[in-house]
Every structure is written in structure tokens, then in C-alpha cells.
């Protein structure tokens, strides 16, 4: 019953075969009491690893593919003139215009947009640990893909990803970035929203 309400999947798994082996004791033996006990572990445990479950395949689908793919789905709706879906990616208020002239600018320089994903080469850097939910996802952060254009390949963009951001002194749920950047040492680096502040860009 103890493994059913742990606070990891591997003890509620194992609370539901505990159970089961009790049942089998209990029956074998005759005179045990435990039966209900035994049902209930198992009951609590099928429970709480459907909990976990389900809650890990959300946050797999919710934020981790976003952390991992956000930008470049952004970026790729934009291209397909579906600028409303990249616009939702951001925490900004949308701007259907500067949207456009991001993307104008970046197909001009680059061609489209063919692929991407995080910088692989980049290994973890410290976080603070009061910017991390569950001690282990940073609640903001400044993320590094590599991305794969028609004309150029390699192309480097950071983004600030938001897990929460903080409204009337709550913390609320948000899952999306403040900004996109596109480095460009030759041509100058290329950002969305255009107009944020330079003292920002590096938050």
C-alpha cells in the first residue's frame, strides 16, 4: 500500500504485483487477513500509474515536442502563409505584419526553410535552481537550434522558451517564446519581434 502512493511509477507498478502476490499468499494460506488491503493497493496503484502515464505522455507531447520542435513548426506554418499558427507560438501580441517581413527577410537571405532542431553540440549549461519546475525543466530558458535552409545549411537561431511567466503575481502556465533570433554575423542578426529591446535579447 506504501508503493501505491509513491511519488514514482516504479513503486506504483510494483504496489499492483505486491498486491497480486499478496492475494496469492492470502488464498494459499487461509487464515491471512489482508484481502482488501491487498485490492486496494492494487486499485491504487493501477490509478496512480495511469496518472503518471497519462501525465507523462502529455508533457512529452505538450511541452517536451515543444521545447524540442517549437521554432521550426513556427517558422514552417509561416511559410505555408499560415502566419495566425506562428503567431501563437509567441508570447507577444500578434503582429501579422512584422510576421510577414520576419519571414520575407529570412526566405530572401536563406530560401525556405527545410528542417531543423536543437543544437545537439551544445552541452547543458547551469540553471538556477529556482528557475526549474520539478527541479529538473527549466521554467525559461535560451534554447539553440540548428537550422537547415534551401540555400544555406547550418544556420543558427536562439530562442527564449517560457514554461510559465509570472501575471498579476501568479505564475501561469504559457509554454511558448518570448523571441526568435537568427545569427548572422555577415547579413546581421535577424529577430522576432523586431522591435524588442536590446537589454532583453539576452535574458
Known amino acids: ?13 510494483a504496489s499492483i504485483f505486491l498486491g497480486i502476490r499478496a492475494l496469492v499468499d492470502i488464498k494459499a494460506k487461509g487464515d491471512t487477513r489482508g484481502a482488501g488491503l491487498a485490492w486496494a493497493a492494487i486499485l491504487v496503484g493501477s490509478l496512480v500509474t495511469g496518472l503518471w502515464g497519462g501525465g507523462m505522455l502529455w508533457w512529452n ?6 521545447i524540442e520542435q ?4 513556427a517558422i514552417l506554418y509561416a511559410q505555408e502563409e499560415r502566419v495566425g499558427l506562428f503567431e501563437e507560438a509567441l508570447l507577444i501580441s500578434p503582429s501579422q505584419v512584422e510576421a510577414e517581413q520576419f519571414i520575407n527577410t529570412m526566405q530572401q537571405r536563406y530560401g525556405k526553410l527545410l528542417s531543423g532542431g536543437l ?8 540553471v538556477d535552481g529556482s528557475k526549474l519546475f520539478f527541479g529538473m525543466v527549466p521554467i525559461e530558458a535560451e534554447l539553440s537550434y540548428i537550422l537547415q535552409f534551401e540555400q544555406k545549411k547550418d544556420v ?4 527564449k522558451f517560457n514554461l510559465f511567466r ?4 501568479k505564475s501561469q502556465f504559457t509554454n511558448k517564446f518570448s523571441w526568435f533570433r537568427i545569427e548572422d554575423s555577415d547579413l546581421g542578426d535577424l529577430m522576432y519581434p523586431a522591435t524588442i529591446e536590446e537589454s532583453k535579447r539576452g535574458e
Not at 517549437?70 to 513548426?73: E, H, L, N, Q, R
Not at 543558427?156 to 530562442?159: Q, R, S, Y
Open 119 to 126: 543544437n545537439q553540440s551544445i552541452t547543458d549549461s547551469p
Open 61 to 66: 507531447n505538450t511541452v517536451r515536442s515543444n
Open 166 to 169: 509570472t501575471v498579476d503575481e
Open 70 to 73: 517549437g521554432p521550426i513548426v
Open 1 to 13: 500500500m506504501l508503493s501505491a502512493v509513491g511519488m514514482c511509477p516504479i513503486f506504483s507498478i
Open 156 to 159: 543558427h537561431l536562439i530562442a
